[in-house]
């Protein structure tokens, strides 16, 4: 009879779960783009105007140096009561990534009235902030809520702790990742990547948010100052001290040693430096725009040894003490570090279910400044139960992931549509690159032209007497090699240099 029910109670929890929204982009008929302008932002890049293509199932971030906002409204909205929430998505940066996120807001449901999505911007109000975001070597797997300060009204930021490793498990590989955020009932929560927990924490925790949720209970008072006869300091010199009679400050650190002798190979009359003979002037050398011209200078090969004025080397004076210093005593009179009156926080609150005060979600957001195009999003679930997330990882994501990371022709052709799509990336941020691209490949067109169809020439009649003269002209070429291996022609030309040691 236990088991009955316990298998009733399941069945009921299952009908009660909701899918608050999944979508796996086989199209955006019933998603909204933004039609607003961002503030702020210079005319060229303010609107929303980065185009949303769709590409094999995948939802694709389609433009460089462009913002997006794309939009959709959750089948009812969700409130933070007696339910996880969950939401998951698949991302995949084909072409790596520069700068740009590739999060999702979930907005928050107006207190009145209803949400217009066609005026999607930065500043629409959000209640979850989640997802990868970089800009260059900083990489982030974001988590931020909105939480409206009770006391105070004023509505504040709080973002989860960095997930040190997140570069290195989304960014550096192009494979699809799945990332994964549970927010549960009780105020904790949980982040995945790849279905692997990278991240948990308490949303009432000051280790896991900075800054914390949380504000301190006192405050400094900005009125106090430190009295003038306040002694901080903890030590002071002993005024019994005195310096003994036999300390001697003249003493240097450092005096000759007295034991060295001049090497006998030492030549003091040779210079450690000579001009290089063999350099000349350069014909084009302008002194009044290249400055006066300096024979370049080498190391002398007679000062194997050392050359010029031979000074002892130096060692440390055993009769060395140093400046003297009276001893340090504990200070009789020290009252400790100052720190001024402490008040009460005005804006302090204590808050024992914080999740509860979240403002409820209306939609789900891409309001996002990208850099790098074909960024792509597949998979989007939002939902209060987790083992929905964790079926549709698994029959969804897992299996798209095994095979982009097989062996075979699967995995070279995603490598050359990776490679294609870094290209255009590039090519996108640096235009210049595409003349450089239409170059290389009018190369490598031409090089098989020329190579499997090449020009024949009929040979003419004097060909026997043209082998005859090729000898002869070959026989004076090697002549000439010959004389340039002997120095006749050292084959090379002036060098603007100025005076400079340089070695043999």
């Known amino acids: 009879m236990t088991s009955t029910w316990t298998c009733l109670a399941l069945i009921l929890v299952a009908v009660q779960a909701t899918t608050l929204l999944q979508d796996s982009f086989d199209d955006i008929n019933s998603w909204t783009i933004s039609a607003a302008t961002k503030d702020g932002a210079s005319s060229d890049i303010a609107k929303y105007d980065g185009k ?12 460089a140096a462009r913002h997006y906002g794309l939009a959709k409204k959750l089948t009812t909205p969700f409130k933070f009561e007696d339910k996880p929430f969950v939401v998951q998505y698949e991302v995949k940066f084909s072409g790596g990534m520069t700068c740009g996120g590739s999060y999702l807001k979930l907005l928050e449901q107006p207190m009145k009235g209803d949400l217009n999505l066609q005026e999607l911007t930065d500043k629409t109000p959000f209640t979850i902030m989640f997802g990868p975001d970089k800009c260059g070597a900083e990489a ?32 550096q590989s192009p494979r699809t990742h799945l990332v994964t955020l549970v927010v549960r009932p009780d105020s904790t929560f949980v982040m995945r990547i790849d279905n692997q927990q990278v991240s948990q924490g308490d949303l009432r925790s000051n280790e896991d948010f900075d800054p914390p949720l949380q504000p301190a209970k006192t405050i400094d008072d900005e009125t106090d100052s430190k009295p ?58 302008d002194d009044e725009d290249d400055g006066e011209w300096e024979v370049p200078m080498l190391r002398n090969p007679k000062c194997e040894t050392g050359c010029g004025p031979w000074q002892r080397p130096q060692v440390k004076n055993p009769n060395y003490q140093g400046k003297w210093h009276p001893r340090r005593i504990k200070n009789p009179a020290y009252k400790g570090v100052w720190t001024p009156r402490q008040l ?40 209060d139960d987790e083992a929905l997330a964790q079926q549709w990882a698994t029959e969804r994501w897992q299996p798209k992931y095994d095979s982009e990371g097989g062996e075979g022709a699967t995995e070279v052709m995603q490598q050359l549509q990776d490679a294609y799509n870094y290209l255009t990336n590039a090519a996108d941020e640096n235009p210049y690159l595409y003349i450089v691209y239409t170059l290389v490949l009018s190369v490598l067109v031409a ?52 005076r400079v040691a340089q070695d043999d």
Not at 145 to 170: C, G, L, S, W
């Open 140 to 171: 982030h797997l974001r988590f931020i809520y909105r939480y409206q300060n009770p006391k105070t009204k004023d509505f504040n930021e709080v973002h989860a702790r960095r997930v040190m490793d997140a570069d290195e498990k989304i960014y």
């Open 447 to 498: 090089i098989p032209i020329f190579t499997c169809c090449p020009a024949d020439e009929p040979k003419s009649e004097d060909s026997a007497d043209n082998d005859g003269e090729d000898e002869e002209e070959e026989d004076a070429t090697a002549d000439n090699a010959d004389n340039a291996d002997n120095g006749d022609d050292d084959g090379t030309g002036p060098v603007r240099r100025r």
């Open 228 to 285: 003038a006869d306040w002694i901080d300091d903890e030590y002071m010199e002993d005024p019994t001290d005195s310096k003994p009679d036999s300390w001697d400050e003249s003493e240097p650190m450092y005096i000759e040693d007295v034991t060295a002798e001049k090497p006998e190979e030492w030549d003091e009359s040779e210079p450690e430096l000579i001009e290089d003979k063999s350099a000349k002037k350069p014909e084009d050398w």
């Open 52 to 63: 949303w293509t769709i590409d094999n199932g995948t939802l694709v971030m389609d433009t």
């Open 344 to 383: 009460p926080n005005p804006e302090y609150f204590e808050d024992k279910q914080p999740v509860r005060s979240l403002r409820p979600i209306a939609a789900v957001a891409f309001e996002l400044w990208t850099v790098s195009r074909g960024v792509k999003f597949d998979n989007l679930l939002i939902t």
